[in-house]
């Protein structure tokens, strides 16, 4: 079964400090993998996503994720973080069209 | 280009009742999925629907069932609601046969609170 782990619930940086939100998954096969981000009482928008080919995949907003296959693992980074991006992070994994499974979220909040 | 919406916004209901919620699919897309998202938790895939058939469904009994139309709209209806329905309900939609059908687009939710 597939499966996606945010080992954390909450971060806190101050604005301009570099970001890193942790993504871990269990998948039978070379996954699709996404980072969705939700501000309060929105649904979800789409990030960035890794289909195949570069391991290092851009996204809007500045941020980027780095598909590691031997760790399986998917971090999402973005150098110099604004206040703006205080919202929570879903990784999530799926393939083919099929269900995308979610992981917990991660609450980010930036100091100003 | 509309993107996904979703109707009602919010929503009231009480123990036993039935609820029926809507979504209109971004244009040119022809799949619908819903999923169920409990306060501080991650969205959990209900089911999803092409050519107006329930093509995959998550681990949801029965009570949770669908709809899609011919103009690709779906609906979802839960009966016998309990407290532990009360979430937000988000439908997404997507292109299928293409690589990017996994890429789906959310609408904005309907928050479903059961007393």
Known sequence: AQSVTQPDIHITVSEGASLELRCNYSYGATPYLFWYVQS????????????????????I??????????????????????WSDAAEYFCAVGRGGNKLTFGTGTQLKVEL | DAGVTQSPTHL??????????????????DTVSWYQQAL????????QY????????????????????????????????????????????????RRGANEQFFGPGTRLTVL
Not at chain 2, 40 to 47: C, T
């Open chain 1, 40 to 59: 309060p009482g929105q649904g979800l928008q789409l990030l960035l996503k890794y289909f195949s080919g570069d391991t290092l995949v851009q996204g």
């Open chain 1, 61 to 82: 907003k500045g941020f980027e994720a780095e598909f590691k296959r031997s760790q399986s693992s998917f971090n999402l980074r973005k150098p110099s973080v604004h």
């Open chain 2, 50 to 97: 092409y050519e107006e058939e329930e093509r995959q469904r998550g681990n949801f009994p029965d009570r949770f069932s669908g709809h899609q139309f011919p103009n690709y709209s779906s609906e979802l209806n839960v009966n016998a609601l309990l407290l532990g329905d009360s979430a937000l309900y988000l439908c997404a939609s997507s292109l299928n046969g």
């Open chain 2, 12 to 29: 009231i209901k009480t123990r036993g009742q039935q609820v029926t919620l809507r979504c209109s699919p971004k244009s040119g897309h």
């Open chain 2, 40 to 47: 501080g938790q991650g969205p959990q895939f209900i089911f």
